[in-house]
């Protein structure tokens, strides 16, 4: 079984900044590649940032210049640097992880969300 769990998230007001991480464990052989999508109400979800085995990035233009990804060395835990938050920030985030099993099987987990609300 696998697990991922974010944490970081909270009220924070307009042009301030927050960090979300989140970690993976379990039975899992392969990660290539930890991201963060967010769904606010009546949207869609949609991508944030994602980042890849070989640290390629990826952002959601919306945020591109505001957030910032990285992973640490083992590859198990992802962090969101979000600066100059703004309220249409405001969503549930979602830690994803996309990796291969023991059976080499592709998978993609997702985690339960932390919400962000940027206001004043």
């Known amino acids: 079984q696998v697990q991922v769990v974010e944490s970081g998230g909270g009220l924070v007001q307009p042009g301030g900044s927050l960090r979300l991480s989140c970690v993976v464990s379990g039975s899992i052989f392969s990660i290539f590649s930890m991201g963060w999508y967010r769904q606010a109400p009546g949207k869609q979800r949609e991508l944030v940032a994602t980042v890849d085995s070989g640290d390629s990035t990826t952002y959601g233009d919306s945020v591109k210049g505001r957030f910032t990804i990285s992973r640490d060395y083992a590859g198990t835990t992802v962090h969101l640097q979000m600066m100059s938050l703004k309220p249409e920030d405001t969503a549930v985030y979602y830690c994803?992880?996309?990796?291969?099993?023991?059976?080499?099987?592709?998978?993609?987990?997702w985690g339960q969300g932390t919400q962000v609300t940027v206001s004043s």
């Open positions: 994803s992880v996309g990796g291969y099993t023991f059976q080499n099987e592709r998978r993609n987990y």
